[in-house]
Structure formats: structure tokens, C-alpha cells
């Protein structure tokens, strides 16, 4: 500790380790790489929660914690400062990324940790010290400079300058010459409004500088020349404690830091950071009695506290990050959210739905695509020019892929069906994967597989658009998840332009609703297949545009960027066959219900993607399905008889077993020949208890039917 004498007294000036106060850097933290991919098209104040919070939980690499020492003199004063040996980076030490950010987002850090930034005077002393002086690396000037995407272009040009010298000077080694500065300045206050960020530097070896100080852009401003160095705020003063700020406050002083007089302000102003949710609550679906949790993550200025509502209603005692329900009834499936808050505002969290299975039919054929399946699965696709354009990825891992809902930047949660923390499933992509705009198509089907009868296909369904709501600010955004039944598994099922064979019977549904037939059928034939959609009767479709009632209802815009559509959500989806009636369900409701008159009533199932459009999703890598957790399901599952006992008063009762969720009929006879309806057993909660009081007193035959 060092005494620092003031006008007023004597005020005690800690003078810290010289290593940057952040937390140490978890093990499972995002590399560089990662978090680039993350907030590739974060709007930018959505990018700068993320990096907040990255910053504030460690996550830069141990290089750059260590400060160096930059010594300076002037007027008969001496001074030394502590900064970091480079700019801002996010990451590990092996894979990092120099984050740009604005002077607000800068300034707050700094705040939060006990730094400033650097004047005009102290980056010239900086790279006049600097041990690695880097040649500049400018990208040709466009509207594209302030993304990510060229963030990480201009990343890799100056980290592959860097390993040119790593062997001499290592990583930690004072740099200097690679960035724009951020910088404190008069003109900060100077200028009227609105607020600008203050850049200067990018030194070529000669010591020229491409920017000089400039003001021409507001507060907000942030491109991928640009970089945030940490000035640490105690400095020491011809032998003693000092602050930076007082020292460019002093007249006597400040020509030590600056070369632009006093600054009296040597600071950007900033408001307070209202919370931000980045992580919202993912929707479950469980089984009587099973325990669910729904978790948040958000950021803001601390303190944050937490409201748990179920159905819009405060739980009581809920006020942690997360909330276990335990012993799940039917009353307590429902809407979850929280409400996030700070001394700043507060936020509400997007509701999660917990949803209470009904049945349990036995499996007949499952996947969960946590491991690579790729063997039980045959591949086909189509293309309108007769290239293939489709890529399916199995067992692909989507922990780390972000997706941008209303402008906010989150990760795709595990699937309702999926256990906490399991982000595996199958990803299909098709028109995207080379530079022909071409309708195109890819189907999955399970190999030496067959079903008829009365079954169920159910799975979790992830369709990713690129764009706002209904696509915009976007092309070609509108593609089709695909899923059939009763299919050879021997031809590509899609809206070919012409086909010489087709089979099954399926639908599809787009993401966004981008057209006027968001929701459609289709049926096989010898040939092309036929388009059932614009007959409702004949497709059994309930409607086909995303704004029909029943898909503003399911599909809400609550928790659905696009209301009445299901992309960049999780949907269970579930085609059933049963006594000969095909039915499409999505999230349990209803979507398409008809006869099937068809030829196909068994055979394989059917998963798939197409695009019936020849334009090319932009950017393409936003255009993708993910399926999770297939399964199967037997409909008609084995009836038993557990027990019967004839009570005193001639009651017979029958103890019966099948699966939960299944229901039939219970008939009696006395001679095999002719059978008795005497009711109904629903198995609610297997076993079943029926009590026949109607019971003959002679011998009786029972049986179970559908």
C-alpha cells in the first residue's frame, strides 16, 4: 500500500498485482473460435451482452494477464503505467479472438475491474515499448466492417502475423501496431452530441500512425480495426501512488499521459446495463412422476435477482437461476418463465412449456442420435439439376450453434425429449452447400425397417431460417421439413419437378412462413407425386398458411419469432396411423387428419429437408433442420391379464395390463361364439382395476379389443 498526499489529507492508493483482476478462465470456457461462431450475426448490442459476459467470467487467455510496465518522464516527473500485453482477447491461449467493442462496453469493464483506456500519448509510448511492433493489416472499407464476420477475417490475418514471431517473442510479449486504439481524449467531451468514440494509432514500423485521433463516429460505433487495450488504473507517480485519472486531471502531471493538456474527463459516459437474458428456459416433456429443471442465464449490472411465474403467476420461494419440479403431475404441466431484474429495469424470460406425456406406446425403432447412427440409416436426394446439394450430419453436436430470435443472440437448447445436457441429433441442409441455386432435396430412411397397422412416428424438430421474422432482412430463406410413413425406402419423396417414382404418404412445413402453403401433403404415385395441399378435403390439412387461426394459436408469437410458424423452437411432431386414419400432430395438436384411401398403408418411415425454390439461403449456413429422439411407436401393444378373482357378492375383478396411455374395449362371453361390450379400460396408470358386477355366475370368457 502506498500514501498519496492530496490537498484535504492523505488517501491510500492500493497499487495492485501486476496481473489483470478477471477471474481465472474455466476449463469449459468458449475458445475464440467458438465464440466467434456464436455471435457471427449478433445485432450489436446483442454481441456485446455476450462479450460482457465472457469478460466478466474469465474467459481471456493467461497471456494477457500479466501487465507490462510502460515508463514515462516529463517536466521533471517520472511515471510508470501497467497495460496489457495486447488488446482484448476472448478465448484460450491457443485459440483466441481480438475482440472489437464499443467505448461503451469498454468503458463499463474498466469500471468493473479497475482499468482505463489510453490516451494518444500513452499508445505511441506503448508501441514505442512494445517488444513485437506488427505491420497493419487493413481490409478494404465497407458496410461489412462492423461484423463478425469480418472481425474474424482480420483476426486471423493478424494472428497469423503473430506465430511469425512467437518463437522469439512468445505470447505475452508487449504488441503493438495491429489495432486502431480506443482512446480517452478531449474530444470525448468536445464534441456535441451525438457521443463519438475517440480512435487513434495503427503504427507502421517506421512509427507513422494511419489513424490519426478522430471523431467521426458516435459512441455506438465499433469495426474490426479497432481494439481495447486495459490501463490499469493505479499508476505509480515519482515514487508514489497515483491514479491515472489524477494525473491527467493535473496540470503539472499530465504531460506525462497526455499530449493534449489537462483531461478532466478521462472517461466515456455510460448508462446502466438492464439485464439481459442469453439463455432462455427450454420446454420438456416428461412422464408422471419424472423431475424437470429449467434453468436461465442472463447478465446485467449486479445484483441480479430472479421471479419464477408458472402460467404467468409468481412461484413462491423461486428465486434462484433455476427451478426443479419434482414428482410432475398433470397440474403442473404449463407455461415457465422468469423475470429477470437489476436496480437498472428488468426482463422477462421467453416461456417454456412443460408438457406431461400421456402415453407410453413400446418402442418398435429408436434413435436419439447421441452417437453416429449413419449405418441404420439410408440416404437419397433429388436435384432439379442432377448434382447432389444436401448434407446430413450425424450425431452433430449443436451445444455451441446460435440462432438469433428478434435480434437476440442464444444457443439451441437439448430437445424436449433430451435429458439436460444432451445436444446431439441429425442435421440436414440442401440448395446451400454449393454456388448452383437449384431445388433440391435429402430423405432419411431407417434401414430393414417395416410397419403397419396402428403405430406412431414421433420426434423433436429444430428448423433454423435465416432472417427476422418471416425471413426478412433475408433470401431465399423458405425450405421444408419433411416426414412420411408407409414408404418403400427405395426413392427420394419431395416436390420434384418430375419424378419416375414415388411412394409413402407424407408432409412438410417451412420455417417462417415464407409462402402461401406453409403447411402441405403429399401422396406417392407410379410417378411425379401428387400435391395434395390445395384440397384440404382430400389433404386433410386443418389450413396451410402459418396466419390461420389454429397455427397462431400452437405457433404463438410469445415463443415463435414468426407467429403461426415453428421454426427456431423445438416441436414434437408425430404422424399416426390408426384404423386407417393418418393424422399430422404438432405439439399435440391437430395439423392434418384424413382417410388414407391410398395403396400405401405400410412400409418405412421418412424424415427429410428440400427446398422447392432454386434461390440460396443467405447466409447459408442459417438454413437447417435438426431432428432428435425418433421413435416408433407400437399402438397396438399386447393386452394381458394380470389376475381375476371372483369376489363374495359374484363381482368378477380383472386386473389388466398394457401400455400407458393405450385404451380398449372389454368383452365377455360365456361360449367363445358370441362376445358382450362391457366397457372401456384406459390405462391411466397401469395396471387397470375393471370390477364386473354384471358378472354370469357360471364360467366366463374375457378378452380385450380394439
Not at 15 to 44: E, K, M, Y
Not at 128 to 134: C, D, F, L, Q, S
Not at 259 to 287: C, F, H, K, W
Not at 407 to 429: C, E, F, Q
Request: glycine content about 8%; charged content about 15%; proline content about 6%.
Amino acid at each position: 500500500m502506498l500514501l498519496l498526499a492530496l490537498s484535504g489529507g492523505w488517501f491510500a492508493f492500493p497499487v495492485h498485482g501486476q496481473t489483470l483482476n478477471l477471474p481465472p478462465r474455466a476449463t469449459n470456457a468458449l475458445t475464440g473460435s467458438q465464440f466467434a461462431n456464436i455471435v457471427w450475426l449478433s445485432p450489436r448490442d446483442n454481441r456485446e451482452a455476450w462479450i460482457y459476459e465472457q469478460v466478466v467470467s474469465g474467459n481471456v487467455p493467461n497471456w494477457i494477464r500479466t501487465l507490462k510496465p510502460i515508463n514515462t518522464s516529463s517536466g521533471g516527473h517520472t511515471a510508470t503505467y501497467y497495460v496489457t500485453p495486447d488488446y482484448l482477447a476472448i478465448g484460450s491461449d491457443q485459440d483466441y479472438f481480438l475482440i472489437p467493442m464499443t467505448p461503451l462496453l469498454a468503458q463499463r469493464l474498466c469500471d468493473k475491474f479497475g482499468y482505463t483506456l489510453p490516451t494518444r500519448k500513452m499508445v505511441d509510448q506503448i508501441w514505442a515499448a512494445a517488444t513485437v511492433k506488427m505491420p497493419p493489416d487493413p481490409i478494404t472499407a465497407s458496410a461489412l466492417m462492423t461484423t463478425v464476420p469480418v472481425f474474424v477475417d482480420h483476426n486471423n490475418m493478424v494472428r497469423a502475423d503473430r506465430n511469425l514471431t512467437t518463437n522469439a517473442q512468445p505470447l505475452g510479449a508487449l504488441v503493438g501496431g495491429h489495432k486502431k486504439d480506443v482512446i480517452l481524449s478531449n474530444e470525448i467531451t468536445n464534441r456535441p452530441p451525438p457521443a463519438r468514440v475517440v480512435i487513434y494509432g495503427w503504427h507502421y514500423p517506421d512509427g507513422s500512425v494511419i489513424q490519426d485521433l478522430t471523431a467521426v463516429h458516435e459512441s455506438t460505433y465499433a469495426d474490426y480495426s479497432h481494439g481495447i487495450r486495459f490501463v490499469q488504473t493505479s499508476m505509480i507517480v515519482d515514487g508514489g501512488a497515483n491514479t491515472v485519472s489524477n494525473v491527467l486531471a493535473s496540470a503539472t502531471l499530465a504531460p506525462l499521459l497526455s499530449d493534449e493538456g489537462v483531461i478532466p474527463l478521462s472517461r466515456y459516459i455510460i448508462g446502466t446495463l438492464t439485464p439481459a437474458v442469453l439463455n432462455q428456459p427450454r420446454s420438456r416433456s416428461v412422464l408422471h412422476g419424472e423431475t424437470a429443471t429449467f434453468n436461465v442465464f442472463a447478465t446485467g449490472d449486479a445484483t441480479l435477482g430472479y421471479r419464477w411465474l408458472f402460467n404467468g403467476t409468481t412461484l413462491p420461494g423461486a428465486t434462484n437461476t433455476s427451478i426443479t419440479v419434482t414428482n410432475i403431475q398433470s397440474t403442473n404441466a404449463g407455461n415457465y418463465s422468469v423475470i429477470v431484474t437489476n436496480q437498472s429495469g428488468s426482463t422477462t424470460s421467453r416461456v417454456a412449456v412443460l408438457r406431461v406425456k400421456t402415453t407410453d406406446f413400446p418402442p418398435l425403432l429408436a434413435d436419439d442420435f447421441d452417437t453416429n447412427t449413419s449405418t441404420n440409416w439410408n440416404i437419397f436426394w433429388g436435384a432439379s439439376d442432377g448434382t447432389p446439394d444436401y448434407t446430413v450430419d450425424f450425431a452433430f453436436d449443436h451445444r455451441l450453434t446460435s440462432y438469433i430470435f428478434n435480434g437476440v443472440t442464444a444457443l439451441i437448447p437439448p430437445a424436449p425429449n433430451s435429458p439436460d445436457n444432451s445436444t446431439r441429433a441429425v442435421k440436414l441442409t440442401v440448395n446451400g452447400n454449393d454456388a448452383t441455386a437449384a431445388t433440391a432435396a435429402v430423405n432419411l430412411y431407417p434401414k430393414n425397417f417395416s410397419v403397419g397397422g396402428n403405430f406412431s412416428l414421433k420426434f423433436d424438430l429444430w428448423m433454423q431460417y435465416p432472417g427476422n421474422a418471416g425471413g426478412l432482412v433475408s433470401t431465399g430463406s423458405t425450405q421444408f421439413a419433411q416426414c412420411g410413413i408407409n414408404h418403400f425406402g427405395t426413392n427420394v419423396n419431395w416436390a420434384a419437378p418430375s419424378a419416375t417414382a414415388s411412394d409413402g404418404l407424407w408432409f412438410a412445413v417451412d420455417g417462417e412462413g415464407g409462402v402461401a402453403s406453409d403447411y402441405r401433403a403429399y401422396r406417392g404415385t407410379n410417378g411425379t407425386q401428387v400435391d395434395l395441399t390445395g384440397n384440404l378435403s382430400a389433404s386433410g390439412l386443418v389450413a396451410t398458411n402459418n396466419s390461420a387461426a389454429v397455427f397462431q394459436t400452437l405457433f404463438p408469437a410469445s415463443r415463435f419469432e414468426t407467429a403461426g410458424a415453428p421454426g427456431k423452437n423445438w416441436v414434437e411432431v408425430e404422424i399416426r396411423q390408426l384404423n386407417k386414419t393418418v393424422a399430422w400432430l404438432m405439439n399435440g395438436t391437430v395439423v392434418a387428419q384424413r382417410t388414407n384411401t391410398s395403396a400405401f398403408t405400410n412400409g418405412t418411415i421418412m424424415l427429410g429437408l428440400m427446398d422447392p425454390f432454386t434461390s440460396i439461403a443467405n447466409p447459408a449456413r442459417e438454413c437447417f433442420v435438426l431432428f432428435d429422439n425418433v421413435r416408433v411407436e407400437n399402438l397396438a401393444p399386447p393386452i394381458s391379464f394380470q389376475a381375476i378373482d371372483r369376489q363374495p357378492d359374484g363381482t368378477v375383478a380383472l386386473s389388466l395390463n398394457s401400455a400407458f396411455g393405450d385404451s380398449f374395449w372389454l368383452e365377455r362371453s360365456t361360449n367363445l361364439l358370441t362376445w358382450q361390450n362391457i366397457g372401456t379400460v384406459a390405462m391411466t396408470n397401469p395396471p387397470a382395476i375393471f370390477m364386473d358386477s354384471n358378472a354370469p355366475a357360471e364360467a366366463a370368457f374375457y378378452r380385450g379389443r380394439r
